[in-house]
């Protein structure tokens, strides 16, 4: 992520100076990016609870960090605790396996590539991006930091288990067709 504007719903209308609004829609223009890093993410959508920490870089050592607090973050009880990653090099990286030996309940399932859909965490980022970041300008990377941090607090707070799928929309119950009868007394 980086520290710059993210589109909402403002809408600016250009304004010609002869006829007035000119009926065109169109979004600021912001070309600087100011500041940037990477955020990673632990999802357990049987309760809907959610960590995230931000890093300034997508290293190994950060990587293994961020190990470390989903170990603490996940409860004791839980025996056995599934990894869902994609193929970056980071996660089949030396110190990540000495993690997964150190911790034995842990366990890496690497998704196909080109499969995000297949990962849970994926439709829950998008989530969070529309929470932390939709509409916003951010001049920092600590602004970053601290709304997704603010968005991951408040997700937390209202958490509900992770339905994987579409919503399911409300169909009306058919009505009777030729076929069938009337109710006949």
């Known amino acids: 992520m980086a520290a710059k504007s993210y589109p909402g719903a403002r809408i600016l209308r250009e304004v010609c100076a002869e006829s007035g609004p000119t009926g065109r829609a169109t979004q600021e223009i912001d070309y600087g990016r100011r500041g940037k890093g990477y955020i990673f993410g632990a999802f357990r959508p049987a309760t ?3 960590l995230t ?3 300034l870089g997508r290293t190994t050592a950060n990587w293994v960090d961020f190990l470390e607090r989903a170990e603490a973050w996940v409860p004791a009880e839980v025996e056995r605790v599934y990894a869902i990653l994609d193929n970056l090099s980071i996660h089949r990286a030396p110190d990540a396996l000495l993690f997964s030996l150190a911790h034995p309940r842990w366990e890496f399932v690497f998704q196909p590539t080109y ?5 849970l965490i994926e ?4 989530t969070l991006r529309t929470l932390a970041l939709k509409g916003r300008r951010f001049e920092t990377w600590a602004e970053v930091c601290q709304a997704v941090r603010e968005a991951t607090a408040y997700w937390n707070r209202h958490r509900h288990p992770f339905v994987w799928g579409r919503r399911r929309r409300h169909r009306a119950r058919r009505r009777p067709g030729v076929a069938l009868l ?4």
């Open 115 to 119: 499969a995000a859909y297949l990962n």
């Open 123 to 126: 439709p829950w980022w998008k």
């Open 182 to 185: 009337a109710n006949a007394a």
């Open 53 to 55: 920490h931000d890093y």
């Open 48 to 50: 809907g609870e959610a």
